[in-house]
């Protein structure tokens, strides 16, 4: 099981429950980026961006740097392993419950198929 690190998972959740901040992670997969060019396909202006680029820094999803007049940017993915270890828990879980459930109405469906009458 992963540890709860709960204030650290807290931000990566707040920075990807957004769209905007979910596309500049998409984007920034395939490698670094200015800002201007997270912008560009979300329709947004370059403060509004800069504004999601700091939530995905907090989380420490993403790494900027300053050349010139440029902000490059670039993903840092060990945090969104932490989100996936976490999540990856409860998908066991529920694996295991539909599993049971599947079990079930299989033996349900045999049940019923024993008792009904052959015409």
């Known amino acids: 099981m992963v540890v709860d690190q709960s204030p650290r998972l807290d931000l ?12 500049i992670i998409r984007q920034l997969s ?3 980026r200015n800002l201007s060019e997270l912008a560009s396909p979300l329709r947004m202006t370059f ?15 993403v790494r900027r740097r300053v050349v010139g007049r440029q902000h490059l940017c670039r993903l840092h993915a060990p ?14 879980h529920w694996e295991a ?5 599947d079990a079930l109405l299989e033996e349900m469906k045999g049940g019923a198929t024993a008792r009904r009458p052959r015409r």
């Not at 429950?17 to 979910?22: D, I, L, V």
């Not at 945090?79 to 066991?92: K, S």
């Not at 419950?97 to 459930?101: H, K, S, T």
């Open 97 to 101: 419950r539909f599993g049971a459930l």
């Open 79 to 92: 945090p969104l392993r932490d989100a996936a270890l976490w999540t990856e828990q409860f998908r066991r």
């Open 30 to 32: 395939g490698g670094e």
């Open 12 to 23: 990566v959740f707040h920075a990807l429950a957004h769209p905007a901040r979910r596309g």
């Open 47 to 61: 403060p509004a961006a800069t504004k999601h680029v700091r939530v995905l820094e907090r989380a420490n999803l």
